[in-house]
């Protein structure tokens, strides 16, 4: 059984920095691109970050260029995302997946949720 599972979010003041956590179990890690995710309240889930199997491709959305990284540790099948200089508007719920195959399209898709696995979500609240 696959399981997907995000954590580090919270509450975070304007210019601050987290670092999510997501750690995939029930899968050959190795075989997987993985996304990040988000969605805000009232908008619809958009991609903030697709990094592949081998770490060689990383691709971020415009709104995170410059200030998120992703980064994967294979021994420990998990994926982290550094968020740092934070904005209010980097409110929202952020997600996790694995996928097959490659970024393109499916981390920029608007049906990307229909493959892959998911995580349940962690919450990200960055106050001004």
């Known amino acids: 059984q696959v399981q997907v599972v995000e954590s580090g979010g919270g509450l975070v003041q304007a210019g601050g920095s987290l670092r999510l956590s997501c750690t995939a179990a029930?899968?050959?890690?190795?075989?997987?691109?993985m996304g990040w995710f988000r969605q805000a309240p009232g908008k619809e889930r958009e991609g903030v970050s697709c990094i592949s199997w081998d770490s060689r491709s990383t691709y971020y959305a415009d709104s995170v260029k410059g200030r998120f990284t992703s980064t994967r540790d294979h021994a420990k099948n998990t994926l982290y995302l550094q968020m740092n200089s934070l904005k209010p508007e980097d409110t929202a719920m952020y997600y996790c997946?694995?996928?097959?195959?490659?970024?393109?399209?499916?981390?920029?898709?608007?049906?990307?949720?229909?493959?892959?696995?998911w995580g349940q979500g962690t919450q990200v609240t960055v106050s001004s």
């Open positions: 029930g899968l050959t890690f190795d075989d997987y691109i």
């Open positions: 997946a694995a996928a097959r195959f490659s970024c393109y399209p499916w981390w920029v898709s608007s049906n990307a949720r229909d493959r892959g696995y």
